[in-house]
């Protein structure tokens, strides 16, 4: 399945995540599974975004 158009804010949530990740890395902590549902959280909800936008053409 093709990833979902992000908007800025989409991409700017994901930045965000990833730079928590970044300094948890740097702290030596490696699971971090929130990040990882964060970021899946984000891109569903642009998903779900996207099927509405379609459905109502």
């Known amino acids: ?12 949530a994901i930045a965000r995540l990833e730079i928590r990740g ?6 030596n902590i490696q699971e ?3 990040i ?9 909800r642009a ?3 996207e099927e509405r ?3 109502k053409k």
């Open 22 to 27: 970044a300094r948890r890395a740097i702290a």
């Open 36 to 44: 990882d549902r964060g970021i899946e959280r984000i891109k569903e």
């Open 47 to 49: 998903r779900k975004r």
């Open 1 to 12: 399945m093709a990833d979902p158009k992000l908007t800025f804010g989409d991409k700017l």
């Open 53 to 55: 936008a379609n459905r």
């Open 32 to 34: 971090q599974p929130d």
